[in-house]
């Protein structure tokens, strides 16, 4: 755990000491997480899970749909692992193809699991999984890792999430950016509105941007990292969709976030579907 800040002085360190530990368990989280791919381009951010599972927003495979429902044009789609540098060379073991069949999606969560394909050089093995899960625990300090900007992975901790409840400061807060937006912006429209709509969104400010969609937030519990959520976005959309350029957005004012694992988790149990009841006890083996 990180320890207190002490006073504000000329030299003063201005950081938070932290356990050597958290450190390391954040490296071995990273070996985990990719970079996706389609037609060459960057798209976001996928994590393995499973026997042989990838993952990540549905929106960031959107474009890679074929036209049979729950398919994708493999051909255009892949995922590099352990991209760690701006300018990295393209190691050929790192890379990883999907199958076609996509084995599970949910619209309204914006989730996806994909399945791996085996690799085209012998005795190349997937990435480790991650097997841990947790309940979202409201504050607590979350570790995002991803590919903001699509480029090399980053992480970004100091993470707190909050959520909307009836007269919390955070629906205060929420309801001055709406009030904010509706003034601010041409269209007039309350960029903000997403935010409360269900399913439940998990809010937060972070530094990662387009590209972080699909990023597993962990936080370390009985010294193992916990899956806890899953980047899916940021208010005000038109702002990332870079709809009104002449409109600049200050950072306290953009608020990004995503979805519980445990939300999602509930989902797939509870289904009526053996398969993704199934699924889902592949995906979350441990639970804590």
């Known amino acids: 755990m990180p320890t207190s800040i002490g006073p504000t002085y000329p030299f003063s360190k201005g950081a938070i000491q932290r356990e050597v530990m958290a450190s390391e368990i954040k490296v071995e989280v990273s070996r985990s997480i990719g970079l996706i791919y389609i037609d060459g381009h960057p798209s976001g951010t996928g994590f393995r899970v499973g026997n042989d599972l990838i993952i990540t927003c549905l929106h960031v495979i959107q474009g890679a749909f074929s036209a049979r429902p729950h398919f994708i044009d ?101 309801s001055e950016l709406s009030n904010w937006s509706v003034q601010y912006f041409p269209d007039r429209l309350d960029h903000y509105a997403e935010l409360r709509l269900p399913p439940r969104k998990i809010l937060f400010h972070t530094t990662f941007d387009k590209g972080s969609s699909g990023s597993p937030g962990v936080i370390i519990k009985n010294h193992k990292p916990c899956v806890v959520l899953m980047v899916r976005g940021g208010a005000p959309g038109c702002f990332y969709e870079k709809k009104f350029p002449g409109h600049p957005v200050e950072d306290r004012k953009r608020v990004e976030y995503g979805y519980a694992m445990e939300d999602i988790y509930k989902e797939m149990v509870c289904s009526t579907n053996q398969n993704i009841r199934q699924l889902s006890s592949e995906i979350f083996r441990e639970w804590f």
């Open 74 to 174: 493999s051909i255009r789609v892949y995922i590099q692992f352990e991209r760690k540098q701006h300018l990295q060379n393209i190691d050929p073991r790192k890379i990883f193809k999907f199958e076609a069949s996509v084995r599970f999606t949910h619209q309204e969560f914006d989730f996806a699991v994909l399945e791996l394909s085996r690799h085209e050089i012998p005795d190349v093995h997937f990435p480790p999984p991650l097997t841990s899960f947790c309940q979202m625990q409201i504050p607590s300090e979350v570790h995002l890792i991803g590919h903001p900007g699509g480029v090399q992975m980053m992480e970004d901790s100091e993470v707190f999430p909050r959520v909307i409840e009836q007269n919390n400061d955070v629906d205060t807060y929420i």
